[in-house]
Every structure is written in C-alpha cells, then in structure tokens.
C-alpha cells in the first residue's frame, strides 16, 4: 500500500532571496544541493539534513505580510542555545529564548523531554530550533 515514508520540505517564498540563502547557510549549517529556475524565478533546496530540506523561492513582489496557514517550521538541532546566540549575532529577532519542556504526553514517552527556541528568519517567517531529548521508538 503507498504511504508517506519521511517529510521532505518546507518551502518559503522570500522577498530577500540572496540574504536567505546566505542566512540558512552560513548561519544555520544547511547545505545548498539544488538550485534551479521555475517559471523564470531562482528556487533553491538546502539540506538540513536527514533528507528534510528548506526551499527559498526567490519572490521579490511577494506582499509582506501575506497571510499564510504556516505557523511554523522547526529545525532538528543538538545545540540549541549555541544556534541561537549564532542567529542573534546574525541580527535576527528571538521570539522564544531556549526554554526546556517537559511535556506531558497522552502518547509515546513520559514525560517528552525537549529543548527550544524560536526566531524570525530573513522574511519573517517564524522557525523553531528543536532538540528531542527524549528519544522516541519511532519502530
């Protein structure tokens, strides 16, 4: 029977493409594997690792402040409070200063521990920096 067997990509339309790219690379560590053109605009896929990708969509007249169902996207990390001194020394605003939970669970380990921290990225968007430290039987 087909099934979904892993996430590939986030994609993010972004008025300040050249800026993303050097953001998510420089700053955050992904690696830049494609870029190509589509319908005569840059799109390029950076590897976050584990086959998950973030796509930057080079969208200049992209209204700021669109709306948009995205809430977030969260990126897997081990060093969340050394990622995000990274990404404020880059200028970028902190929305959630890392904070560890303990979440209750109705499923899967009790309690789910993580470590967190969210920013706004070069167009606004909001992503999370996650570190799992509860491991998790995904088997």
Same mark, same amino acid.
């Given at each position: 029977?087909p099934a979904v067997h892993g996430f590939h990509h986030v994609a993010v339309h972004s008025r300040v493409?050249?800026?993303?790219?050097?953001?998510?690379?420089?700053?955050? @560590?992904?690696?830049?594997? /494609? =870029?190509?053109?589509? $319908?005569?605009? &840059? *799109?390029?896929?950076?590897? %976050? @690792?584990?086959?998950?990708? /973030? =796509?930057?969509?080079? $969208?200049?007249? &992209? *209204?700021?402040?669109?709306? %948009?169902?995205?809430?977030?996207?969260?990126?897997?990390?081990?060093?969340?409070?050394?990622?995000?001194?990274?990404?404020?020394?880059?200028?970028?605003?902190i929305t959630l200063e890392p904070t560890s939970l303990e979440l209750?669970?109705?499923?899967?380990?009790?309690?789910?521990?993580?470590?967190?921290?969210?920013?706004?990225?070069?167009?606004?968007?909001?992503?999370?920096?996650?570190?799992?430290?509860?491991?998790?039987?995904?088997?």
């Amino acid at each position: 029977m087909p099934a979904v067997h892993g996430f590939h990509h986030v994609a993010v339309h972004s008025r300040v493409y050249d800026e993303s790219i050097r953001f998510y690379t420089e700053v955050l @560590g992904l690696k830049r594997r /494609v =870029e190509f053109v589509l $319908k005569g605009q &840059r *799109v390029s896929l950076l590897d %976050s @690792g584990g086959g998950a990708y /973030v =796509e930057i969509f080079d $969208k200049p007249d &992209r *209204v700021e402040n669109a709306t %948009s169902c995205l809430v977030h996207f969260a990126l897997r990390c081990r060093e969340v409070d050394a990622l995000i001194d990274r990404v404020r020394a880059s200028g970028r605003k902190i929305t959630l200063e890392p904070t560890s939970l303990e979440l209750e669970t109705r499923i899967g380990p009790k309690p789910f521990g993580i470590r967190i921290a969210f920013f706004e990225g070069p167009d606004g968007e909001s992503v999370e920096l996650f570190d799992e430290q509860t491991p998790v039987d995904l088997t």
